[in-house]
């Protein structure tokens, strides 16, 4: 079994098919399947294509992982400082040449 990293705009559209398949059965959703899917809804942002669009120009900069590249997509920070939270757990520091490439991604998305 391989794990693939999705952003909540790709989760929000893998559970809006779920939803829509099952709307054709006589049961009714499950709880967890309608909280899932309210999260998705509330907190994603934009489109699947344009998240896609977003985590790869992430991906070509330096200092990016895969993980870091999701996160931002997902939460599309509009401060520095909101990056520099998103890189706390990391090993090294992001120089400002570095945060303003990030920003640069993300406010033109």
Known sequence: MSEELMTLSDVREALEEIRLRRAEEPEELGYELRRAIKHADIFSQGTAGESH?????????????????????????????EIRALYAKERFTLSEEDLD????VVLRA
Do not use: H, N, S
Not at 58 to 75: F, H, N, R, S, Y
Not at 101 to 104: G, K, N, R, V
């Open 53 to 81: 669009i977003m985590r790869e120009e992430l991906l070509g900069l330096q200092k990016m992982t895969p993980e870091i590249a999701t996160k931002i997509t997902d939460v599309r920070p509009k401060t520095k400082d």
């Open 101 to 104: 490439a990030i920003l640069d």
